[in-house]
């Protein structure tokens, strides 16, 4: 079956950096699209990345350009997300998806699997 778990959450002063790693098995990692996701206390859950299946189209929350980077490498099977700048509003659970078949890659519908969730924590 397949599963994603998200790893390198965590707690961080506002303007520190964190790299959140998803490890993808059950699924032929090169042929999914993968994005990650937020939700923070009492909000809705939010698009934050995402990048195409060969890693050479990304896409952003414009509340993240310039701060974060995600990126893959297929021979791992591991989707990155590098967060720079860290600010207390990016306080939330970050959430690994994938699909094979994510026509509208910013939209979480287009995800059918999702990972558990890190917990990120800024304080100010």
Known sequence: Q?????SGGGSVQAGGSLRLSCLASGITFR??????FRQAP???????AAISRKGDYTY????????F???????KNTVYLQMNSLK????AVYYCAADSAAARPTQQ????????GSQVTVSS
Do not use: C
């Open 2 to 6: 397949v599963q994603l778990v998200e």
């Open 31 to 36: 042929l999914y699209t993968m994005g990650w």
């Open 42 to 48: 009492g909000k809705e859950r939010e698009f934050v």
């Open 60 to 67: 952003y929350a414009d509340f993240v350009k310039g701060r």
């Open 69 to 75: 980077t995600i990126s893959r490498d297929n021979s």
């Open 88 to 91: 207390p509003e990016d306080t």
């Open 109 to 116: 519908r287009e995800f059918h699997h999702w990972g558990q």
